[in-house]
Nanobody
Framework: QLQLVESGGGLVQPGGSLRLSCTAS????????IGWFRQAPGLEREGISC????????NYADSVKGRFTITRNNAKNLMYLQMNSLKPEDTGVYYC??????????????????WGMGTQVTVSS
């Protein structure tokens, strides 16, 4: 069972960058698919990126492709979301999530078993 804690959120100007971290504790992190989700005010929680625990392959939502990069360091029980060229519409609460590896990661929130509590990202002038 995994416990996940996000960090790195904050206030940033449009065009700026942030790196979110997700620290994992517990058994099986190296075999887990990891996803990043976000929820803007009044909207559904949406998957934006994930990385496979099987082969390290990644997926990105169209809204963040070319701007966000997901990585993981299993030796340190960490995953990261590097966010560049941030836009006001990137504002929201960002969550990391994990599930035992399924071969290829996805964005369906119901597939993820373990969740962090979220970290706020605000992109504003």
């Amino acid at each position: 069972q995994l416990q996940l804690v996000e960090s790195g959120g904050g206030l940033v100007q449009p065009g700026g960058s942030l790196r979110l971290s997700c620290t994992a504790s517990g058994f099986g992190y190296g075999y887990a698919d990891i996803g990043w989700f976000r929820q803007a005010p009044g909207l559904e929680r949406e998957g934006i990126s994930c990385i496979s625990g099987t082969d390290g392959s990644t997926n990105y939502a169209d809204s963040v492709k070319g701007r966000f990069t997901i990585t993981r360091n299993n030796a340190k029980n960490l995953m990261y979301l590097q966010m560049n060229s941030l836009k006001p519409e990137d504002t929201g609460v960002y969550y990391c999530a994990a599930v035992p590896a399924r071969g290829q990661c996805g964005f369906h929130r119901g597939a993820y078993r373990f969740w962090g509590m979220g970290t706020q990202v605000t992109v504003s002038s």
